[in-house]
């Protein structure tokens, strides 16, 4: 039976007024810049870790008004698991469960602060109070065990009682904060870092010691013997004799005397052979920044054994900011694998598309910024297996870009992926992406898992669908978003869903021909794919004649056939604004629509 943190209370820390996340063993936080993910770290580490020595007045959390908040609350609650990660057990007989509890060592390890649950599963429920102090000045912290983990949201007014105030923290229990600003050249020279802290748990016996300071001192006199200015620099040296009556002797040593020493000038080599490594001050920082992650886990590993040889429980939680930090893509993946198996709870912060491939999404934690408070969004509890494998398929693994998205427009296919960027640009003077918004298309009708997962994660999603066929797709899309509402018990509110069609009996390019009337400017994209770029004047003059001779069916005809290819250079012309047509005038009425409402959800 092991343990796990399973949900977190913040409020008043930093830019966060009031939270509640729950945490699996892997937890991974995503969210745009200042959305709170580096806050929930922290305040853990306030809890759990050192972070009290850190604690500043710009922690504080400043309302609306302008106002300082007073006080932080953290409350942090450990559950028992079973082996499978399931906070439940369940007894012999059909439909019989038994409590689920912890195993002796931590029964013993946290004492009398573990409580019971109303169905007889133990906790332990911890309190972290912080308060500036306006007379001594500083901050007053205080830890208290809690005797009940009170409903959200009326849990910041739970009693604390003196007797159950906690003197000093849960050493089985700790919290190992990765910065993202990690160097492990610059950590060797920190006795605090972790690699300083692995280095000076080194120790040898009293023998070994002795060997191995006379091989050192033999190495010395070698390579002083070897070399004439070393053995010039000494015979100068020697002349300190004079300050001392004669009786001095000066030594040269190369590499450090003393075993106590090799630490202080301890260096890691790395290199594509043993014969051909460099020091790390030699390498890229995603080479150092992954080193430094890695001397975390030899850290853990190492204070886990000494735990064990001890017989005391050890439930380390590691949280690491941005471990994508300068890897190019294989190498994240790799690293975030190396993370994820390591011993206790993980969390990590990350902007990476090429881990969220990774991802398993029940894991993510999205947290958003709404009307100036931070709110945590996962997968909804309703989704079944199979709708979680669709989206791991579908969308995880290959646009794993939505999960870092401020909004997203989905619509049927590659022209409108093309194309609808252009639109934007042409409409808001800026690109799409640099607003936060991602342009996807689904390849037909096939918005279920792309909603399921937005919505779900709180970022808003925007359909804009083509409306041919007498209204049978519209019909048949309106239905679609029915099904996915009582499926998942998604509301699909105003706040994160919204859908436009295109005018009645058009898909992307009747709707481009018919109802915006962009005939030059579809004439000038098909010349340009059809003479692939050429620089003859003649030929271009020629197909352009060929093309504008063709009445709007037919150039519906040719645009409908090559699609993928046309709507690049469509792109391009919508960008370029050859006919200088107004703000508006290269946007269908549905993706106004659009674009308006995104302009609510993101305050473009």
Known sequence: MSILVDKVRIAGFRGIAELEITLPRVTVLIGTNNSGKTSVIKAMQLALGDYSRYLAEEDFYIDADDNRIESILVDVRVVAMDLEGKGKGKGKGK???????????????????????????????????????????????????????????????????????????????????????????????????????????????KADITKLEELVKAVNDEAVEKSQPLQDLKEHLEQLNQSFQGSGEAEITPFPKKIRDLSKQFTVHFGDQANNSFSMEYHGMGTRSWASMLTVKAFVEL??????????????????????????????????????????????????????????????????????????????????????????????????EILF????????GVTEEQIVPAMFEHYYGCSAFSKGINCISVAGNNYAPFI????????????????DRDGDIKTNVEAHIENIKQDTGLELGDDVFSISFLNLGNDIEAELINSLALREEIIESLVLKETKGTSNSHYLAAKTTKIEALDDESLLEKMRASKASYAGFLADVITRNPQNRVKGDLVPEAFKEAFKKIEEWVKL
Not at 134 to 144: L, V
Not at 452 to 467: E, F, R
């Open 95 to 205: 439909g019989k469960r038994k409590p689920v509890l912890f195993d002796d060592e931590w029964v013993e390890h946290f004492g009398d602060k573990i409580r019971s649950e109303a169905n007889g599963d133990q906790f332990l429920a911890l309190r972290t109070e912080c308060e500036q102090d306006r007379i001594k000045g500083g901050f007053s912290i205080t830890r208290f065990a809690l005797d009940r983990w009170p409903d959200y949201p009326n849990w910041k007014s739970e009693a604390t009682k003196r007797k159950n105030q906690l003197r000093k923290r849960f050493d089985a229990l700790p919290f190992i904060s990765i910065d993202a600003q990690r160097d492990i050249h610059q950590e060797l020279r920190e006795k605090s870092s972790f690699i300083g802290k692995v280095l000076s748990s080194v120790e040898y016996d």
């Open 303 to 400: 204070t886990g054994k000494n735990h064990q040889e001890e017989e005391k429980p050890f439930f380390p939680l590691i949280a690491a900011e941005e471990p994508e930090a300068h890897l190019h893509p294989n190498a994240q993946r790799t690293l975030y694998e190396q993370l994820s198996n390591s011993q206790g709870q993980v969390i990590v912060s990350t902007h990476s598309p090429y881990l969220a491939a990774m991802i398993d999404i029940k894991d993510i934690r999205s947290l958003i910024r709404y009307e100036g408070r931070v709110r945590v969004n996962s997968l909804t509890a309703k989704m079944n297996p199979e709708d979680i494998n669709i989206i791991q398929r579908e969308v995880m693994r290959f646009r794993g």
């Open 452 to 467: 399921k997962m937005g919505c779900s994660l709180g970022v808003p999603i925007y359909v804009v669908s083509d409306n």
């Open 405 to 412: 998205s401020r909004a997203v427009i989905l619509f049927e």
